[in-house]
């Protein structure tokens, strides 16, 4: 007999996911906008479902975690299990896993197309041939990319694919983060606003937090100057005001921005502006990086059931 | 430098025929007399004054025709803004044995990174995604997912100076490189393959950068396209004409391939409306070489060679 596992069906579930969790297990389903009042929905089966599957967003609460009697495991779609109950789970030694690291390379070439579609006036060029502006006049120039002075801010795995992309375009590459690191060859900044001051494209790609909320404000815009452009993939890190107001009196060049504080709305003033490129948080969003989290969650359901070691084991505490 | 000459009261005179780059003009001024005629190559009616120039300068796309170089019976040197001088009567001006000079190489880097920018624009819906958030869509729900292009093969059609940047570009995004072309490299270590189908036919991207002649002329054709395939994605930013492109038009619109990235068309500046009303493209307006930094250069090694030639020096970048 097939285990009997509950879905939770969420927008951002990769699509692969549902008919391979199907194909595998006895399948409940419950939709996100249930989750507030679960107990009404889950009492058929609450009793029996030996593994839980979410998402990122929405997680786990307490009280679904507690009104399944029989759960032995929560399986995240996503790297991030903040809103997931790991107390409740830990209590009950409920193990959770997750699906971290897939996307770093999607995010990191992301950043890149960023930093050449602001550079070369991309999107504005595509709007100029497709409104027949073409036939009246040039389109403007844009700036080069190629050996320009590239800083990254945070230097961990998407950092580091950044700075691999940057290098092919012959950028000088330099990085400030909490401290130097020893295995890389590119110069390092212990002071953010000194290498804002240095280089023609700043990339954010630091981890989001308490410790660098608002790391990036007007003092770094103003360093970066006129003739920078910069490029945002961290949600949290920066101050959108700052920037909105950098970009709108050309303290900076331009922008490439795929996170906003208030996503999913995206400031009136960021709309009207020519100088940046929008994304709707889409820098990790690709078919590979769905296809490849939906056989992680599958991988970490079979060793669980199997009684194998799970492979990405959330460890109680770390987060 | 300041050539014999050049500085004194009577400044030497020569014609500027071409826009690009918009730098030019003010930098001749510092040094000339400069006659601006920008309808010279398709007008017969160049001014008296303008016929006793000693110095040509013209673009990769205005380039100089032999009527234009034989109804100036002074000029030394005819100095070219750009790298292609396919364009240029080669042949008129060896007749009269008048040197052709180039400024070469320059905006390749800046070409090749536009080639970059439409790879990862088509894959990840870059363009797509812009005007998702500017339209205000986001609210109601999430978009599509783009493709990775690590992983992915891309075939170059045309291993010359932009060609071998781009295979340098994308080997560092994890994508694998082949070539094809009228001839294999020895210098490079990439797959060749004499047949163009069949190169389309294994990769996933086919990026167009060789240069337009009789030989290239709508190389690009529906069959090409067919063995690209329902996955496969079009760059062009060489020439318009090496694409055959209604055959492109019909390829997209029924999901021959998935989509294209597009800087040149085959009637510059006019882009068919079935391409402009599509979603799985990417449209820019030739603007492969269009960086301030690259102009400034094309202007610099302009000037060096016109100062040279008139200082009676070696030319720094003699073509032919």
């Not at chain 1, 005001?241 to 795929?258: H, S, W």
């Not at chain 2, 190389?219 to 994605?233: H, I, K, N, S, Y």
Request: net charge negative; proline share 6%; with cysteine.
């Amino acid at each position: 007999m097939k285990p009997e596992v509950l879905m939770i069906i969420a927008k951002t579930n990769p699509v692969q996911l549902e008919p391979a969790v199907e194909a595998e297990y006895t399948v409940h389903k419950l939709n996100q906008t249930e989750m507030a009042d679960c107990e009404s929905h889950i009492g058929e089966y609450k009793d029996r479902v030996r593994a839980l599957i979410t998402q990122t967003a929405p997680g786990a609460d307490a009280t679904l975690i507690g009104a399944l009697s029989k759960l032995e495991i929560i399986a995240c779609s996503g790297a991030h299990v903040d809103a997931i109950d790991l107390a409740a789970a830990e209590a009950r030694n409920i193990p959770v896993t997750n699906t971290p690291g897939i996307s770093y390379d999607d995010v990191g070439d992301y950043v890149m197309a960023q930093i050449l579609a602001t550079s070369r006036r991309f999107s504005e060029a595509d709007r100029f041939v497709r409104s027949g502006r073409w036939h009246n006049e040039a389109m403007g120039f844009g700036h080069r990319v190629n050996n320009r002075k590239l800083g990254i801010v945070g230097l961990g795995p998407i950092g580091r694919v950044v700075a691999k992309r940057g290098r092919c375009f012959e950028m000088d590459v330099c990085y400030t983060d909490v401290k130097q690191i020893a295995d890389v060859p590119y110069r390092y900044f212990d002071d953010l606003v000194e290498m804002a001051r240095e280089v023609d494209f700043m990339a954010v790609t630091c981890k989001s937090g308490a410790a660098t909320h608002h790391l990036i404000g007007a003092p770094v815009f103003e360093a970066l100057g006129p003739t920078g452009v910069f490029v945002n993939i961290s949600r949290g890190v920066v101050d959108d005001a700052a920037l909105i107001k950098a970009l709108g009196e050309g303290v900076i060049r331009g922008a490439g921005i795929d996170v906003f504080e208030t996503s999913p709305h995206v400031p009136e003033e960021l709309l009207r502006l020519d100088n940046v490129v929008l994304s709707p948080h889409v820098a990790g969003n690709t078919e590979e990086v769905t296809q490849a989290q939906s056989d992680l969650v599958m991988a970490n359901l079979s060793a669980h059931f199997a009684g194998q070691p799970l492979l990405n084991l959330v460890e109680p505490g770390s987060h | 430098m300041e050539p014999n000459g050049v500085n004194s009261a009577e400044k030497l005179e020569v014609l500027l025929v071409c826009e690009d780059p918009p730098q030019m003009l003010p930098a001749l001024e510092k040094h000339f007399e400069v006659h601006v005629q920008l309808d010279a190559h398709i007008s017969d009616a160049l001014p008296a004054a303008a016929k006793h120039v000693c110095a040509l300068v013209t673009g990769t796309l205005v380039g100089a025709g032999q009527r234009l170089i034989n109804s100036l019976p002074d000029i030394e040197i005819i100095a070219c803004t750009g790298g292609h001088v396919d364009r240029i009567d080669m042949a008129a001006a060896r007749v009269r044995g008048i040197p052709v000079t180039n400024a070469p190489g320059i905006s390749a880097p800046d070409v090749a990174d536009l080639g970059l920018a439409l790879i990862l624009g088509v894959s990840r819906r870059l363009i797509e995604s812009h005007h998702f958030v500017r339209d205000g869509r986001w609210p109601e729900g999430g978009m599509g997912f783009g493709r990775r292009v690590g992983g992915k093969k891309v075939g170059i059609l045309g291993l010359g100076g932009i060609g071998r940047i781009i295979a340098r570009r994308v080997h560092a995004f994890d994508m694998e490189v082949c070539y094809s072309g009228p001839g294999r490299k020895d210098d490079v270590s990439y797959p060749f393959f004499d047949d163009l189908s069949e190169m389309a036919r294994h990769v996933d991207y086919l990026v167009v950068c060789c240069p337009e002649s009789p030989q290239t002329r709508h190389l690009v054709d529906m069959p090409v396209l067919r063995a690209l395939g329902p996955e496969g994605m079009l760059i062009n930013i060489a020439r318009g004409a090496i694409v055959d492109e209604a055959a492109l038009i019909e390829a997209l619109a029924q999901g021959i391939i998935a989509g294209a990235g597009l800087d040149v068309f085959e009637d510059e500046p006019h882009v068919p409306e079935a391409l402009t009303a599509m979603d799985n493209v990417i449209l820019q307006a030739h603007v492969g070489a269009f960086t301030t930094e690259a102009k400034l250069e094309m202007v610099d090694v302009t000037m060096n060679n016109l100062l040279n030639h008139f200082a009676g020096q070696p030319l720094p970048n003699p073509v032919g």
